[in-house]
């Protein structure tokens, strides 16, 4: 079992920059597959990127080239960098962590909010 807490939202101006944090309270952090979604106002919630125990990334056509997905394993947390935002990405940012087994518990924090205004 393994609790999540996100951090690192804020307000910020089209073409700026963010760093989301995802720390994780729990054992066996570094064989969780960690991922990042995000869900707007009115919208489904949409995964962005994933990290799997290995480090290999994966992301959403709308992240490519702008969001970068890590994890420290030695500190228990991912991270999102998300760079040139643009106001369709605003939303609440939820962390997630699962097991990579079939049937495995999905593992949510209580999300962050990410402005992108001018």
């Known amino acids: 079992q393994v609790e999540l807490v996100e951090s690192g939202g804020d307000l910020v101006q089209p073409g700026g920059s963010l760093r989301l944090s995802c720390a994780a309270v729990?054992?066996?952090?570094?064989?969780?597959?960690m991922s990042w979604y995000r869900q707007a106002p009115g919208s489904q919630r949409e995964l962005v990127a994933t990290?799997?125990?290995?480090?290999?990334?994966t992301y959403a056509d709308s992240a490519k080239g702008r969001f970068s997905i890590s994890r420290d394993n030695a500190w228990n947390t991912a991270y999102l960098q998300m760079n040139s935002l643009t106001p369709e990405d605003t939303a609440v940012y939820y962390c997630n962590a699962k097991m990579p087994r079939v049937n495995s518990p999905d593992y949510w924090g209580q999300g962050t909010q990410v402005t992108v205004s001018s």
């Open positions: 729990g054992s066996s952090f570094p064989l969780y597959v």
């Open positions: 990290i799997s125990a290995g480090g290999g990334a």
